[in-house]
């Protein structure tokens, strides 16, 4: 059996799927051997790092694909998710912003950037943010349920009973 960059892939993603991490991410590193500006591949190991803990290398990794494909909405959120998950909350508002300069109608990257705002507490920015996110889509739990959290640290009562309310209507995950 030949050896190739694709299997490589999906046998790196079978085992990352059983816990396998290590040897998921020495099949990666051999695909990556194969064909190194293939910046899925590079993805891919990224996510695999940051799933066994490993989050400086993830970033790292992550940063490669960004490089080699700096329009990938999926890339631009997963990057700035990782900042943030590493406390680097310029770098993260700066990956968003990059992403929404991009593409301004990506609710998840409004949402990503939300949250950074929201833990920095400044939370003028992040109700907007968190607006545009439900402006783009009005089915998207997790920025629903972060506009209702951020209206109560801003006091407004009628904001977060509103989105209480619609809520109810929801169930996390949704996004349709």
Known sequence: MLESSEKLNNQAIR???KGQFPEAIACLK??????NQNYLLWFNLAV???DAGELAAARKAMECAYRMNPYDDEVIETL?????TMHCYDDAKAYGAAGLLHNPDNPRIWNTVGVVYFNESDYISASEAFEHAITLNPYYYDAMFNLRDTYEELGNKAGYEECAERLK????GDEQ
Not at 30 to 35: C, D, L
Not at 80 to 84: I, K, R, S, T
């Open 48 to 50: 695999t790092y940051r």
């Open 169 to 172: 209507n929801l169930k996390p």
């Open 30 to 35: 051999r695909a990556i051997t194969m064909e």
């Open 15 to 17: 085992l990352a799927a």
């Open 80 to 84: 700035a998710n990782l900042c943030y």
